[in-house]
């Protein structure tokens, strides 16, 4: 990781350590896709709506609908 504590992108799933000669650097993924991100951001990153953390479970891709609220 950065010299500078990175904040959430220290443990975000679209954070990529980038090292360029003595310097290292926190690379936003989401920035390749999505303009409203910044490819190398400020650090440390406090809030980002971005945010996905290393190994949290993944939300259902086709969540059943609840029968218990329907008719
Ligand atoms: S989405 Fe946010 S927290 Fe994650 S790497 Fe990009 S700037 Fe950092």
């Keep these: 990781m950065p010299s500078v504590f990175p904040g959430l992108?220290?443990?975000?799933?679209f954070s990529r350590r980038?090292?360029?000669?003595r310097s290292t650097?926190?690379?936003c993924e989401r920035a390749l896709t999505d303009p409203q991100f910044r490819k190398y951001p400020p650090l440390p990153v406090w809030?980002?709506?971005g945010?996905?953390?290393k190994g949290a479970p993944a939300p259902p891709a086709n969540p059943e609908p609840d029968?218990?609220?329907t008719g």
């Design 9 to 13: 992108c220290a443990d975000c799933v």
């Design 18 to 21: 980038v090292e360029s000669g």
């Design 25 to 27: 650097f926190c690379l």
């Design 47 to 49: 809030s980002c709506p």
């Design 51 to 53: 945010y996905e953390r």
């Design 67 to 69: 029968d218990k609220l």
